[in-house]
């Protein structure tokens, strides 16, 4: 069946670092791949999609490129905040409504 | 208001008692879905209704749980004979179809069973 494999957390930064979480996937067909995050306290927000081979989602300094070869959506920061610090979870939907997530995981950035 | 509400936002249940967990979702959204948060679980998909069709309830773990949408607005999730394995924070989330767009989050439920 489909399902999203995330690295294992938790990852810990000092301010400005490089950021990188990997996320592989195994689906049939074409799926749509998504990060959300989920702050201390808060609900999953979305961070970025990309529907199709070769796109790049981004948002606030995230990117994620979907790469069809490898089967593989890592998220990537140039420069993480101690604000960054929360939980990200891949997920992908394979039937345009249905999300199966990766486990999570938890990013915390040090000042 | 603006997001998906849910309510209780906590609650705490003897095991055997019956739970009802609430959630009103952005208005105008036609798709209503509840997931499960547990440790060690991950998010687990639960059911989803669309509009008037019959929902989809392949993820609702044992038929202890149920769900219901009134009205095409709120929905319902009841847990009969909570189990301490129950205890999770239950999200809901909405979109406006199930054609792609933006699946929007709840802050959720945590349920914990003593």
């Known amino acids: 069946g489909n399902s999203v494999t995330q690295m294992e957390g938790p990852v810990t930064l000092s301010e400005e670092a490089f950021l990188t979480i990997n996320c592989t996937y195994t689906?049939?067909?074409?799926?749509?791949l998504f990060w959300y995050v989920q702050y201390p306290g808060e609900g999953l927000q979305l961070l970025l999609k990309?529907?199709?081979?070769?796109d790049k989602g981004s948002n606030k300094g995230f990117e994620a490129t979907y790469r069809k070869e490898t089967t593989s959506f890592h998220l990537e920061k140039g420069s993480v905040q101690v604000s960054d610090s929360a939980v990200y979870f891949c997920?992908?939907?394979?039937?345009?409504?249905?999300?199966?997530f990766g486990s999570g995981t938890r990013l915390l950035v040090r000042p | 208001g603006a997001g998906v509400s849910q309510s209780p936002s906590n609650k705490v249940t003897e095991k055997g008692k019956d739970v009802e967990l609430r959630c009103d979702p952005i208005?105008?959204?036609?798709?209503l879905y509840w997931y499960r948060q547990s440790l060690g679980q991950g998010l687990e998909f639960l059911i989803y209704?669309?509009?008037?069709?019959?929902?989809?309830k392949s993820g609702l773990p044992s038929d202890r749980f149920s769900a219901e949408r009134t009205g095409g607005s709120v929905s319902t999730l009841t847990i009969q004979r909570t189990q301490q394995e129950d205890s999770a924070v239950y999200l809901c989330?909405?979109?406006?179809?199930?054609?792609?767009?933006?699946?929007?989050f709840g802050e959720g439920s945590w349920l914990t069973v003593v």
């Open positions: 997920a992908l939907s394979d039937s345009s409504y249905k999300l199966i």
């Open positions: 208005s105008g959204h036609t798709a």
């Open positions: 989330a909405s979109s406006r179809d199930n054609s792609g767009n933006t699946i929007y």
């Open positions: 209704f669309q509009g008037n069709s019959a929902p989809d």
């Open positions: 990309a529907t199709k081979a070769d």
């Open positions: 689906a049939t067909g074409y799926p749509s």
